[in-house]
């Protein structure tokens, strides 16, 4: 077994760490452990990977942070020697789907509008209906490495959804392809391809997208990072679109940050993204996990009536575990048009339970 690249180093190191005692209070090896501990919350697999391996190069580690190291190593390829490709992981699960959305039907928000000195009404039979949906998520992923540190991935997810109240019903699902590559110590190349569909009963949409990202993780004196940069393709039901985002995500001593902007480039006689700017928060409150996201958004180009269309967009989501396999999750948007019909504010509950894996 041979290791080309630091990764596979990291854990070589960790060997003798599990040995080794120190003899006096390190302050580097504290920091490694507080932000190894934390990393756990980060919703990148490469980066809680870089974390723990920083904290098993600086002392001892329980051993269940080897076995996530290690573990989390074999997902991403790294022990993958040879000619031949190997299955290095595959899981499949699914869980309840219970949750509130107040448009189960993808119909209007607005019951009217007005325009000059004229007020339209919308046909009741388009508004947009709230209620209670149950259902079923399920979803699979598999990986295949064909060099070290180098594999194809390839993922999928479903959701079906029913509103017992307004017996209505809903299902969505989606497809990703990807080529994720370690090009030289933490720095990875990846290239997806994904296919989305949403039906509900008075809309439907379908999206492609084709994306090449870049990424390298780092370490600073106030944390671990992992910096990307990613150029997509999105082609949708009535236009495509060019867009480029750049997002830095951040372990600190006590949580974890999420931060993004994406740029969109505009299309003639659509009312398309034009920028939107992100930023998640994850702490623990005692022992449960808490996260807290907030995201602007503007959109542009278009027009309605004849006049030129912008769309502003504010969201908020909150999550809390309440317990192992318990999660409510809170989330809220709100849509400030220049176009009164598209006006629209939105909330929606979920209780995310445990997974059953196969």
């Known amino acids: 077994m041979r290791f080309r690249n630091c990764a596979g180093a990291a854990l070589c190191l960790a060997i003798a760490a599990l040995c080794a005692a120190p003899t006096q209070a390190d302050p580097a090896a504290g920091r490694a452990v507080a932000l190894g501990q934390t990393a756990a919350l980060a919703a ?3 980066l809680r990977t870089f974390a ?3 904290w098993l190069e600086t002392g001892p580690a329980p051993r269940s942070v080897v076995g996530a190291m290690r573990g989390a190593l074999e997902r991403q390829g790294f022990y993958h020697d040879g000619a031949t490709p190997r299955l290095v992981w595959r899981d499949f699960r699914a869980a309840p789907l219970i949750a509130y959305e107040s448009n189960v039907n993808g ?3 607005q019951d ?8 339209f009404t919308a046909d009741p039979a388009l508004r947009a209906l709230p209620g209670v949906v149950l259902g079923i998520e399920a979803s699979g992923a598999a990986r295949l490495a064909w060099g ?5 991935e390839i993922m999928g997810e479903g959701a079906l959804g029913w509103a017992p109240t307004e017996d209505l019903g809903f299902h969505r ?5 990807c080529s994720r590559n370690n090009l030289v110590r933490w720095v990875f190349l990846d290239g997806c391809l994904l296919g989305a569909a949403n039906a509900r009963s008075l809309s439907s949409a379908n999206l492609g997208r084709a994306s090449l990202a870049l990424s390298t993780l780092f370490e600073t004196p106030v944390g671990y990072h992992e910096l990307r940069g990613e150029l997509a393709q999105t082609h949708a039901d009535t236009y495509d679109q060019a867009t480029a985002t750049l997002s830095l995500a951040t372990v ?3 949580a974890v940050t999420e931060m993004s902007l994406t740029l969109g480039a505009p299309v003639e006689g659509q009312t398309v993204l034009d920028h939107r700017a992100s930023l998640d928060l994850r702490w623990m409150a005692g022992a449960r996990p808490v996260s807290i996201g907030l995201w602007h958004s503007v959109s542009n180009g278009g027009q309605f009536l004849g006049l030129a269309r912008e769309d502003r967009s504010l969201g908020l989501t909150l999550s809390w575990q309440a317990r192992p396999g318990v999660t409510f999750e809170l989330g809220y948007a709100r849509i400030d048009s220049t176009a009164d019909l598209f006006d629209d504010e939105s909330a929606s509950f979920r209780v995310r339970l445990g997974d059953f894996r196969f």
């Open 44 to 46: 990148s697999e490469r």
């Open 173 to 177: 699902g989606a497809v990703q392809l």
């Open 252 to 254: 600190w001593t006590h």
């Open 52 to 54: 723990w391996g920083k």
């Open 112 to 119: 009217s509008f007005t325009f000059g000195d004229y007020v």
């Open 148 to 152: 070290t540190g180098r594999l194809v």
């Open 107 to 109: 119909g209007l928000a």
